[in-house]
């Protein structure tokens, strides 16, 4: 088992930034690839970035993409997600994942592990 917890959420203006972090427990391992999501209000759950288990290798939305950045610190077993240029339409609840598939993937199937998620809210 491997226990998620994320942090770092909050309240910032358009064109702010925050960052994001989700730091792992349990059976942790360098192993997992680490994806994170978001969900808003009467919305589904929708992919936001991924990175692979050694940082070699990243993937965001199209909606993000430019503005946020995934990393990851192995030997903290935390993952981040730098998110820049922040947009109203961007708060949500932020969950990170984990998955031991090996490619990468958007589809939530593909996790096995999920945090509780971290409010993040931005004002116009």
């Known amino acids: 088992q491997v226990q998620l917890v994320e942090s770092g959420g909050g309240l910032v203006q358009a064109g702010g930034s925050l960052r994001l972090s989700c730091a792992a427990s349990g059976r942790t391992g360098s192993s997992y690839n680490m994806g994170w999501f978001r969900q808003a209000p009467g919305k589904e759950r929708e992919f936001v970035s991924a990175i692979a288990w050694n940082g070699g290798n990243t993937y965001y939305a199209a909606s993000v993409k430019g503005r946020f950045t995934a990393s990851r610190d192995n030997a903290k077993n935390t993952v981040y997600l730098q998110m820049n240029s922040l947009k109203p339409e961007d708060t949500a609840v932020y969950y990170c994942?984990?998955?031991?598939?090996?490619?990468?993937?958007?589809?939530?199937?593909?996790?096995?592990?999920w945090g509780q998620g971290t409010q993040v809210t931005v004002s116009s």
């Open positions: 994942a984990a998955s031991r598939v090996l490619v990468l993937g958007s589809q939530t199937s593909r996790y096995d592990y």
